[in-house]
């Protein structure tokens, strides 16, 4: 069965600091979607992207960037010179013909960034 | 205007009491999908809806129901409410694809006392 991991369940930060989210993942599908989510404090869930099992490419939009390896079912976060802004509850998400194509969710990570 | 809704944002009920939570979009989406979120637990899905005349029980559906009223109107229904179904509920969007991107809605905080 696919399980999501985010071991990590607060980070706190001072500002400018560079972090990195950890997720790790579980399933016996070849093909598979993982995703990031973020929840600012007020509370809707905020798509911020999705990969497919083909694509190892490392993505960087802006501040933030993903680093996927297949060779340790990982996808790990960074936001590179954290801002107050980016506290908020971040999940990592997958999902495969082993859930059914449900999307499985990790239990999430909270990050405080203190100004 | 935000594409998926939820109504209403915030309820306060007392145990026993039918509940319904609404949910609306305007992405032209499929598939429609009901969460609750509970502190330490992510997401858990509710149920889940494929389109008008295809709804499926999710992870956790017990003492849940939902009508799919249109494509894009997708209700949550708790026939007697317990203080454990207290809860953040979402509802979200995809496209008809399996590994499509869901897109949520803002949430709906209930509390039942």
């Known amino acids: 069965a696919q399980k999501v991991t985010q071991a990590q369940t607060e980070i706190s930060v001072v500002e400018k600091e560079d972090v990195t989210l950890d997720c790790v993942y579980e399933t016996r599908d070849t093909t598979y979607y993982l995703f990031w989510y973020k929840q600012p404090p007020s509370g809707e869930l905020v798509f911020l992207i999705r990969r497919n099992s083909f694509d190892e490419q490392n993505e960087i939009s802006g501040r933030y960037s993903w680093n996927f390896q297949k060779s340790t079912s990982s996808f790990n976060f960074t936001i590179t010179a954290s801002q107050v802004v980016d506290s908020a509850v971040y999940f990592c998400a997958l999902t495969g013909v082993d859930s059914s194509y449900k999307l499985i969710f990790g239990s999430g990570t909270r990050l405080l960034v203190r100004p | 205007d935000a594409d998926v809704t939820q109504t209403p944002r915030n309820r306060i009920t007392k145990t026993g009491k039918r509940i319904m939570l609404e949910c609306s979009q305007t992405?032209?989406?499929?598939?429609m999908y009901w969460y609750r979120q509970d502190p330490g637990l992510g997401l858990r899905l509710i149920y889940y809806?494929?389109?008008?005349?295809?709804?499926n029980k999710g992870e956790i559906s017990d003492g849940y129901s939902v009508s799919r009223q249109a494509q894009a109107k997708f209700s949550l229904s708790l026939e007697s409410a317990i203080p454990n179904q207290t809860a953040l509920y979402f509802c979200?969007?995809?496209?008809?694809?399996?590994?499509?991107?869901?897109?949520f809605g803002p949430g709906t905080r209930l509390t039942v006392l």
């Open positions: 809806s494929f389109d008008v005349k295809d709804i």
């Open positions: 979200a969007t995809s496209h008809s694809g399996s590994t499509d991107t869901q897109y």
């Open positions: 992405k032209g989406h499929d598939r």
